[in-house]
């Protein structure tokens, strides 16, 4: 069993930037794929970022490619996710996900641990 939980949500302006943590336990961190995913109000969960175990490699939704960066330190057991350049329509609850698989994964049902989200906020 992985526990996930994330924190770094927050309300910000237009424009501005956060970045969001997530901190897992129960295995070994390096031996599962992170991801992130969104859900605003009255929309389906989406998918954001992920990252390899050894962090060297990552994938963008094309929403937040080029404003985002997804990166890990195993040694800390943590998952980022810096956005940059954020926009009103960013604002979501943003979820940290982990799958033992070895590949990259985009699709939310391939992701076997969740956290409880974190509510991040945008106003234009």
């Known amino acids: 069993q992985v526990q996930l939980v994330e924190s770094g949500g927050g309300s910000v302006q237009a424009g501005g930037s956060l970045r969001l943590s997530c901190t897992a336990s129960?295995?070994?961190?390096?031996?599962?794929?992170m991801g992130w995913f969104r859900q605003a109000p009255g929309k389906e969960r989406e998918f954001v970022a992920t990252?390899?175990?050894?962090?060297?490699?990552?994938y963008y939704a094309d929403s937040v490619k080029g404003r985002s960066t997804i990166s890990r330190d195993n040694a800390k057991n943590t998952v980022y996710l810096r956005l940059n350049s954020l926009k009103p329509d960013d604002t979501a609850v943003y979820y940290c996900?982990?799958?033992?698989?070895?590949?990259?994964?985009?699709?939310?049902?391939?992701?076997?641990?969740w956290g409880q989200g974190t509510q991040v906020t945008v106003s234009s």
């Open positions: 996900a982990a799958s033992s698989t070895i590949v990259l994964i985009t699709t939310r049902k391939r992701y076997e641990y």
């Open positions: 129960g295995r070994p961190f390096s031996s599962l794929v």
């Open positions: 990252i390899s175990g050894t962090g060297g490699t990552s």
